[in-house]
T-cell receptor, first 113, second 112 residues
Framework: DAGVTQSPTHLIKTRGQHVTLRCSPI?????VSWYQQVLGQGPQFIFQ???????GRGNFPDRFSARQFPNYSSELNVNALLLGDSALYLC????????????FGNGTRLTVT | GENVEQHPSTLSVQEGDSAVIKCTYS??????FPWYKQELGKGPQLIID?????GEKKDQRIAVTLNKTAKHFSLHITETQPEDSAVYFC???????????FGKGTTLSVSS
């Protein structure tokens, strides 16, 4: 079975641009979460979606937005990119019930220059 | 806010030795505690988890213990092998059950 797949794997953008990252969950998983991982740190929560509804949001500015589609895939959008947005963006999927284990993809490495 | 502290930040052991990584959490309502292994260029991989109604869980060479009273949990790896070398993260669900709060990670190096 395929795990969580993310695209693209790497991306280079310029300050001020916007970016869209994509994620396909494990088959049967209805919840998708997004995390940002800065080098040398643990992942930080950005969003959780379940059945296309936002269920949780972390401490990130409004430049960050996301959505989940009817097939449970998801997009993370970041507008007006800053140098500090350079990070590994991780998508995780789960069944969606409380305390369901999260399974992560290999992430998208975003570099903002 | 919720916080997870992890120690040590780096750990070097000889092949065959045991390795122990410890975490403490702040939110007494947390009741699910996973451990992840992250290799270079990859996402975190779930290796073991424990729920608050259990004190210990084992899976072959790895085990996790939980002390809810003291709000700490630990990962134990026995008979370490070079392929165990990676960054290990502990985590705890936030009270709302919407987000995992991660520790800062432990870089484990196993030398042969």
């Amino acid at each position: 079975d395929a795990g969580v797949t993310q695209s693209p794997t790497h991306l280079i953008k310029t300050r001020g641009q916007h970016v869209t990252l994509r994620c396909s969950p494990i088959s049967g998983h209805k919840s998708v979460s997004w995390y940002q991982q800065v080098l040398g740190q643990g992942p930080q929560f950005i969003f959780q979606y379940y059945e296309k509804e936002e269920r949780g949001r972390g401490n990130f500015p409004d430049r960050f937005s996301a959505r989940q589609f009817p097939n449970y895939s998801s997009e993370l959008n970041v507008n007006a990119l800053l140098l500090g947005d350079s990070a590994l963006y991780l998508c995780a999927s789960s069944l969606g019930s409380y305390n369901s284990p999260l399974h992560f993809g290999n992430g998208t490495r975003l570099t903002v220059t | 806010g919720e916080n997870v502290e992890q120690h040590p930040s780096t750990l070097s052991v000889q092949e065959g030795d045991s390795a122990v990584i410890k975490c403490t959490y702040s939110d007494s309502a947390s009741n699910y505690f996973p451990w992840y292994k992250q290799e270079l260029g990859k996402g975190p991989q779930l290796i073991i988890d424990i729920r608050s109604n259990v004190g210990e869980k084992k899976d072959q060479r790895i085990a996790v213990t939980l002390n809810k009273t003291a709000k700490h949990f630990s990962l134990h790896i026995t008979e370490t092998q070079p392929e165990d070398s990676a960054v290990y993260f502990c985590a705890a669900w936030n009270q709302a059950g919407t987000a995992l709060i991660f520790g800062k990670g432990t870089t484990l190096s196993v030398s042969s």
